[in-house]
């Protein structure tokens, strides 16, 4: 069975700092890996996604990598805002089954602070 | 698009009523997913449709739980009867499946509270 863990599971930044988000997951055999945003109260926000194949992938100040056969992925945010506070959620989907079935890590809760 | 749709966002009900949580995916997408969001188990994959059929439910907790898609635009989330350990945040997600790797877009969420 799929687990996805990240972390750290909360993160307080000043504004302006670079910070890595990580991700690791138990079974190398993926179809796709996406990294997500939840505000609260909210529903999820697509931030990147990475198919099997790509080494990583870039939006504007988000970064995302990697590594499938050490089950790992990070998220690396440049130049932080406060308005990047959210929870980080990343997921990955099997293999077989066409990339449906998204298993979620527990997230990382951001905080940037003025 | 206006995006995954589900309604209604809060629903407060007693314990032994009948509850029905909607979705519409975005036009074009083929794959809907129901996933149940709490603070103990994060979130958790229910039931994914392909084409309107029910392909994996292995995620439904209990036969109280039940999901339809009779249309490509439209999916419920039935618990009958209810209990208030299924208070909880239920996402509905669309996805276009096609040979390509493409991203699952979530709905705002249906807060669910059972008392």
């Known amino acids: 069975k799929q687990e996805v863990t990240q972390i750290p599971a909360a993160l307080s930044v000043p504004e302006g700092e670079n910070l890595v988000l990580n991700c690791s997951f138990t079974?190398?055999?993926?179809?796709?890996l996406q990294w997500f945003r939840q505000d609260p109260g909210k529903g999820l926000t697509s931030l990147l996604l990475?198919?099997?194949?790509?080494r990583e992938q870039t939006s504007g100040r988000l970064n995302a990598s990697l590594d499938k056969s050490s089950g790992r992925s990070t998220l690396y945010i440049a130049a932080s805002q406060p308005g990047d506070s959210a929870t980080y959620l990343c997921?990955?989907?099997?293999?077989?089954?066409?990339?449906?079935?998204?298993?979620f890590g527990t997230g990382t809760q951001l905080k940037v602070e003025l | 698009d206006a995006g995954v749709i589900q309604s209604p966002r809060h629903e407060v009900t007693e314990m032994g009523q009948e509850v029905t949580l909607r979705c519409k995916p975005i036009?074009?997408?083929?794959?809907l997913f129901w996933y149940r969001q709490t603070m103990m188990r994060g979130l958790e994959l229910l039931i994914y449709?392909?084409?309107?059929?029910?392909?994996?439910d292995s995620g439904m907790p209990e036969d109280r739980f039940s999901a339809k898609m009779p249309n490509a635009s439209f999916s419920t989330l039935k618990i009958q009867p209810s209990e208030p350990r299924d208070s909880a945040v239920y996402f509905c997600?669309?996805?276009?499946?096609?040979?390509?790797?493409?991203?699952?877009?979530f709905g705002q969420g249906t807060r669910l509270t059972v008392v």
């Open positions: 997600a669309s996805r276009k499946q096609t040979g390509l790797n493409t991203e699952a877009f």
């Open positions: 079974d190398s055999a993926i179809y796709n």
């Open positions: 990475i198919q099997s194949s790509q």
């Open positions: 997921a990955v989907s099997p293999f077989t089954g066409g990339g449906n079935k998204l298993t």
């Open positions: 036009s074009g997408h083929n794959s």
């Open positions: 449709f392909n084409n309107n059929v029910p392909i994996d």
